[in-house]
């Protein structure tokens, strides 16, 4: 088979299903370009979900083991549930899960957990109601994200909590944020805040590193490391002393993984990305749509997968020093997901 021939593991599929997002945040979508007349994508654009089935079928063929269903915001995608029956019915498939806001959990859990998904990331930069109505943009409270998860929670579905910290914006919310999911079962993991796309203004200086925020939370409250779930998860794990529950940091600014990276990221359109940073993808619904058969499908994606050179975190300060102030063509989150 060719999964076994393949020099490079590829363990995990991050699925875009839209491009559409009900926040607005700095990170992402910064209300100065997505505003009301945004020329999103029209859905005559957009991979059918027979056809994202048909795509992660291969996938799984090739040796992927997880999918995530990201955007935008997912939940903003007509029948979501649908789709996820589908690719819960793929032999080989061992974890099925969602990158979400959280504001439409109430509505959409238990529904999303009976068509089979295991777990839902949910994104919540801060506790502080006037802060995260800044950061999102929307002014949406922090209440409705926490009714969200306590939804989520209640339909049996695992639950993460994705924290970006930018320094001068919301690095006063760590030890807040530590000290309300440190007594739940949700695992709350730290971002550093990255210079995805084009669009967000970052700069290295924004950065608060994994150093800097370990440091913080463990002069109130002692952790240690814990090993990784798996070969190739980006996130550091380290677990409390008192055995309360444990906390992960995403550190792909002041750490490099791009050597252990398992995955790779579909757009809504059917665009592959072998990196978040990636400037261009390859267009694989024009290849549906030829009347390609799976097995040339396949083949087309193995030889994507097998000749790809990304290594953009190990390159970023390179690239730096050499135009300051400037930083290459990139596609933006909104787009591709997380």
């Known amino acids: 088979m060719i999964r076994d021939q393949m020099k490079r593991p590829l363990r995990d599929l991050r699925l875009s299903v839209t491009d559409r ?9 910064p209300k100065e370009i997505f505003g009301p007349d945004y020329p999103f994508l029209p859905e005559s654009q957009l991979l059918t979900y027979e056809e994202m089935e048909r795509l992660a079928r ?56 009976e068509a089979g998904l295991n777990r839902v990331s949910v994104s919540l930069d801060s506790l502080d109601d006037e802060r995260f109505g800044r950061i999102n943009g929307r002014g949406v409270r922090v209440k409705s994200v926490l009714s969200g998860i306590e939804a989520a929670r209640r339909a049996g579905l695992q639950v993460k909590i994705n924290m970006v910290v930018q320094k001068g914006i919301n690095e006063q919310d760590i030890l807040p944020m530590t000290r309300y999911f440190k007594k739940t079962d949700c695992v709350l993991r730290f971002i550093e805040y990255m210079d995805v796309g084009n669009v967000n203004g970052w700069k290295m200086d924004q950065v608060v590193s994994k150093n800097e ?13 814990l090993p990784p779930n ?11 002393k008192d055995g309360s529950n444990e906390i992960g940091v995403i550190s792909s600014v002041t750490d490099m993984f791009c050597s252990s990276c398992t995955r790779a990221r ?53 690239l730096l020093n050499q135009a300051p102030g400037r930083n290459r063509k990139k596609i933006e989150m909104s787009y591709i997901g997380g």
């Open 230 to 240: 798996y070969p190739g998860e980006v996130a550091s794990r380290f677990k409390f």
């Open 58 to 113: 291969i996938f799984v063929h090739l040796g992927v083991q997880k999918i995530r269903i990201t955007g935008g915001e997912p939940l903003l995608r007509r029948d979501i549930d649908q789709l996820i029956r589908m690719l819960h019915r793929i032999e080989g498939l061992k974890d099925l899960a969602m990158s979400t806001n959280g504001v439409l959990l109430p509505k959409y859990a238990g529904t999303l957990k």
């Open 213 to 225: 925020i370990l440091n913080t939370i463990e002069r109130i409250f002692p952790i240690e490391p």
């Open 266 to 318: 579909m757009s809504a359109e059917g665009r592959l990305f072998t990196c978040l940073f990636a400037g261009k993808g390859t267009d694989l619904r024009r290849l549906l749509r030829s009347g390609m058969t799976d097995d040339e499908l396949l083949d087309q994606v193995t030889q994507i997968w097998e000749h790809r050179v990304d290594r953009y975190s190990e390159e970023r300060q390179e």
């Open 21 to 29: 997002c009900n926040f607005r945040c700095r990170y992402c979508m």
